[in-house]
Each structure stands twice: as C-alpha cells, then as structure tokens.
C-alpha cells in the first residue's frame, strides 16, 4: 500500500518544479492538501484546472444551497460506491441536517423524500443521472420550473466533478479517512 490508498503521494523534495508549483498554489488557496488532489500532483495541468471547478462548488460560490450541493454529492459518489468522499459527504449531510435516516437511505440507495421542493428536486435529478436513468419531460419541466437552468447546470456538473473524484479514489483504492502523507 502507499501513503494514499495504493497511491505513493510525492514528498515535497521529490516534486519538479511544476509540481511544486500547483502544489504551493492549492495549499496557498485552501490551506491544505485534501482528497484526490493529492492524486492529481502528478498532473499540475489538471491539478489547477480541477482546483478552478471544485471551487467553484465551495459552499455559496454557486446556485446550490449547502443542502442541495449535499443531496448530489452523496447520490453520486454512494452510487459509484467510492469510500473515501461518501463518507466525508455523509458525516457532512448529517452535520448541516439532512437527517441521520435520510442521509444513510441515500447511501444505500434508498429512495427518500424532502419536504422542500427544490432539494427533492435536486434529489430527483441527481439519482436518475447517477442511475444513468432518461430524464423524463415530466421531471425536465418541473426542474426547469422549480430549479431554473443555472442551478440544474450547477448541479450536472458538481455531480461530474465528484465523479472524477469517485473514479479517482476508486483507481487507488483510497480507504473513507485516509489521512495521507502528512506535510
């Protein structure tokens, strides 16, 4: 096993000069090294093209109230079974008051129900995207009506950024709270 799952992270004295780049650049900008940024320092390119979208889902830098950003994520790394982000993303459901019962349904892949319209809506939209399910004209209308384009593209994509995340994780069998290389 390496530092990371399977994944040999790099030491700081180990890195190119571009590496050490984005590196000094994504701790600069959060602080720290987190989930599959540490993957992604071997490509420096992709590291800081991954860093401009993830923060662009940090919490109100985006259409997605915390909740509903919550909703999305969960569904989809719980549908592609990756550990390491469903249980990060499942401990902070809980923490902002999904419900312990919902948010464990929607890890299992249970269906479940939200009494504000626009997170069952969100809620809705993500399980048949994440189940590769045809979006009916029924849910597109009431999603578009309820939700409006931006929030709904919001949503699409932060499910594609977490799926990267997932595919990633999944690759080097990065275990839920892997703490990695400490630095």
């Known amino acids: 096993m390496g530092t990371f799952g399977r994944y040999d992270e790099l030491p700081l004295d180990k890195m190119s000069e571009e590496q050490r780049a984005g590196y000094d650049y994504l701790v600069g900008g959060r ?7 540490r993957v992604w320092m071997h490509n420096p390119k992709l590291l800081r093209a991954a860093s401009h979208l993830g923060a662009h889902f940090i919490a109100g830098a985006n ?16 549908q592609l079974r990756s550990d390491y982000p469903t249980a990060a993303h499942e401990k902070r459901g809980k923490e902002i008051g ?41 849910l597109h209308a009431r999603a578009v009506k309820t939700l409006g384009h931006e929030r709904i593209s919001d949503t699409i994509m932060l499910m594609a950024y977490y799926t990267g995340v997932s595919m990633t994780m999944n690759f080097y069998a990065v275990p839920a709270g892997t703490p990695g290389l400490q630095r």
Do not use: C, H
């Open 98 to 138: 999904l419900g312990d019962a919902r948010v464990e349904a929607m890890v299992a892949g249970l269906p479940v129900t939200f009494e504000d319209e626009q997170e069952q809506l969100v809620y809705e939209v993500a399980v048949s995207l994440a189940s590769n399910r045809i979006i009916s004209d029924g």
């Open 63 to 78: 259409a997605l109230t915390e909740r509903e950003r919550e909703i999305a994520v969960i569904v989809i790394t719980a």
């Open 31 to 37: 602080g720290k090294m987190i989930g599959p940024y």
